[in-house]
């Protein structure tokens, strides 16, 4: 579900104040200080931004964003909700799209399918927007989808990773209206088994949650593993938990049986860090090398876990993958959210920046504000041919001048495929003996 300095900062989630004081958004740093949340994110009903441009102009186009602020992937999520009012309030300074101002209308959808399709119901219907940059959780997505293309409303995610977007979508399901710039868990699946294979290990248990993000996760990076001449020991009785368990010894003690080697955790961060922390009581997982996921990359998953008797936190030595940031237009990003919010980049913020430009660019491509108008588009502006952009103020003049242009993001070149698919790279990151996170290299899912 995240590219830049675990210190700085899975499913790359979310918040930023911008121009107006009604859109207040709550950000979890990777210091691991918690802001309040957002009053707009505290409930799925959220907020239009007066900030993002006047709620009574019907002729400018109307953006939503699905995302966490709250539930188990809040502490990731607050990160990437700050950042869509951030594009915003950019694109309004240099003049909005096919000339009018932008609005915003931010949903919190609680990490949870049901609120997501509440949320996703008021943004289509109600609201009638024509674009939404969402969700993160893959099991929200999946919800929101079949509303979004009801209503012909492009969702773009920052983070749902599940490898079933990609088949559901060469089946036609998403007509076109889906497409995400953090890549599938096809390939982190097969980045994490390549760094299991780097690092020696021959068996490895696995343990995840059981929904889409999971398992679609735990089956890619089982074929993977094994492809590498590796041996997953749970492989024929896959070890999964309830997104809604509140124990978990049964699961943790399946996952760490038979001594392997290593341990690929696929997890969500309140829950995750229960299990974890469940296996160290037991004292099942001592000796097993941790493998974590985007779903956990962060400060206050590691905080959840806890401490040793001694002080360390029980998560030192574990590592994992993350989806990495590193498009042409990351150092000005990096640079602008700096300025804005005093502190270093968010996980997965690159990613929520590309959608909520891409929807922009391609709205202004297709001089429309309609969802088919943005759809017809997307792969245009962010493919060549055309005029290389990564400030997306310039990419809307080339626009509007009729000029094609090809969009390089913050978080890679966002070339979006068919199936609304990017490649990306990844990250592998670290937890030191003091809780604190780290990337320590990359590595390559091929």
């Known amino acids: 579900m995240s590219h830049l300095s675990p210190a700085n900062s899975p499913r790359f989630r979310r918040g930023i104040a911008i121009a107006a004081a009604t859109l207040s958004v709550g950000l979890l740093t990777a210091a691991c200080q918690e802001d309040t949340p957002p009053p707009n994110a505290a409930s799925p009903g959220g907020t239009t931004s007066p900030a993002a441009s006047p709620a009574t102009d019907s002729k400018g186009l109307k953006l939503g964003s699905l995302l966490p602020a709250t539930g188990d992937l809040g502490s990731i999520g607050q990160q990437m909700s700050a950042t869509v009012p951030l594009l915003v309030e950019t694109v309004n300074q240099c003049g909005g799209v096919n000339g009018a101002p932008v609005t915003l209308v931010s949903v919190d959808d609680q990490t949870d399918p049901s609120a997501g399709t509440e949320g996703m119901t008021r943004l289509a219907e109600a609201e009638r927007v024509a674009g939404v940059v969402g969700s993160f959780a893959s099991s929200v997505s999946t919800a929101a989808l079949p509303i979004a293309v009801r209503n012909k409303v492009v969702l773009i995610s920052p983070g749902s990773t599940s490898p079933v977007f990609t088949q559901q979508a060469r089946e036609g399901r998403f007509q076109g209206y889906w497409a995400r710039t953090a890549p599938p868990d096809t390939y982190q699946a097969q980045a994490l088994a390549k760094l299991a294979q780097e690092r020696g290990f021959k068996t490895a248990g696995t343990v995840v949650i059981n929904n889409d993000y999971g398992v679609g996760f735990e089956k890619e990076f089982v074929k993977a593993f094994e492809s590498l001449g590796g041996r997953v020991t749970n492989a024929a009785r896959p070890?999964?938990?309830?997104?809604?368990?509140?124990?978990?010894?049964?699961?943790?003690?399946?996952?760490?049986?038979?001594?392997?080697?290593?341990?690929?955790?696929?997890?969500?961060?309140?829950?995750?860090?229960?299990?974890?922390?469940?296996?160290?009581?037991?004292?099942?997982?001592?000796?097993?090398?941790?493998l974590l996921t985007d779903g956990v990359y962060s400060a206050e998953f590691v905080s959840k876990v806890g401490k040793t008797q001694d002080?360390?936190?029980?998560?030192?030595?574990?590592?994992?993958?993350?989806?990495g940031a590193n498009g042409k237009a990351l150092d000005a990003f990096t640079k602008l959210w700096a300025e804005k919010k005093k502190q270093p980049l968010a996980p997965y913020a690159a990613h929520a920046w590309d959608a909520a430009a891409?929807?922009?660019?391609?709205?202004?491509?297709?001089?429309?504000?309609?969802?088919?108008?943005?759809?017809?588009?997307?792969?245009?502006?962010?493919?060549?041919?055309?005029?290389?952009?990564?400030?997306?103020?310039?990419?809307?003049?080339?626009?509007?001048?009729?000029?094609?242009?090809?969009?390089?993001?913050?978080?890679?070149?966002?070339?979006?495929?068919?199936?609304?698919?990017?490649v990306g790279n990844y990250d592998v990151w670290t937890v030191k003996e003091d809780g604190s996170l780290a990337v320590v290299g990359k590595v390559s899912p091929k």
């Not at 202004?364 to 502006?381: F, H, L, M, P, Y």
């Open 239 to 290: 070890t999964r938990y309830d997104p809604k368990a509140t124990t978990f010894q049964t699961e943790a003690t399946a996952a760490f049986a038979g001594n392997p080697n290593a341990v690929a955790a696929v997890l969500y961060a309140d829950t995750g860090s229960l299990l974890i922390k469940s296996a160290f009581e037991q004292g099942v997982s001592k000796g097993t090398q941790l």
């Open 311 to 323: 002080g360390k936190s029980i998560l030192a030595g574990a590592i994992g993958t993350v989806p």
């Open 358 to 422: 891409i929807l922009t660019l391609a709205a202004q491509a297709s001089k429309t504000n309609t969802g088919d108008g943005i759809k017809s588009k997307i792969r245009e502006v962010t493919n060549a041919p055309g005029t290389e952009v990564t400030d997306v103020c310039k990419g809307l003049e080339l626009l509007s001048k009729g000029e094609d242009i090809n969009y390089q993001g913050a978080s890679g070149n966002v070339d979006i495929d068919e199936s609304g698919d990017v």
